[in-house]
């Protein structure tokens, strides 16, 4: 039984679409995150806990050009820390690197990084620091996959780059 869609909400719904609609490619990228976002099930959950683009941005004098910054994410999980810089290269692709940090005690962590977006995923292997690096990340929709060794992969909302 599909869930039945109020009239007040169909006529807002209408309205929005009229007067202002999104792109096909931004509603196609939307719907294909919150498919792969439902598909989880059984999986541990990367926590976002910190985000840049959450703080205020600096104040700059005269007449300086805006250099783009990196967006730095912060997730969390039992006994992990795993840490993502964005960086934008050309316009709509970035560079991602970061770690994946263990709890005092564990060995290194050995596994991938999958970052998934809607054309597809970009995987990045661990190396023996639990470093990982790559490019040509499409910007929009974005979701990251810790596939840990030995452990279920661990999976994060999606969010925005």
């Known amino acids: 039984m599909s869930p039945r869609i109020p009239a007040e909400l169909r006529v807002l719904r209408d309205l929005f679409h009229l007067s202002d609609p999104a792109p096909g490619h931004v509603r196609d990228a939307g719907y294909a995150a919150a498919g792969l976002a439902r598909g989880r099930s059984g999986a541990a959950t990367l926590e976002l806990v910190?985000?840049?683009?959450?703080?205020?941005?600096?104040?700059?004098a005269g007449n300086a050009t805006a250099i783009a910054e990196p967006r730095v994410l912060t997730f969390l999980m039992p006994g992990r820390i795993v840490e993502l810089d964005l960086v934008p290269q050309v316009e709509g692709l970035f560079r991602a690197s970061g770690m994946v940090v263990s709890r005092s005690g564990q060995g290194r962590p050995q596994g991938e990084v999958v970052l998934r977006h809607p054309a597809g995923r970009c995987v990045a292997e661990l190396d023996s620091f639990g470093a990982f690096h790559v490019s040509d990340v499409p910007a929009g929709p974005l979701g990251l996959v810790l596939r840990a060794a030995g452990s279920a992969p661990a999976v994060a909302d999606w969010l925005l780059c």
């Open 50 to 60: 910190g985000d840049s683009a959450e703080e205020p941005a600096p104040v700059r």
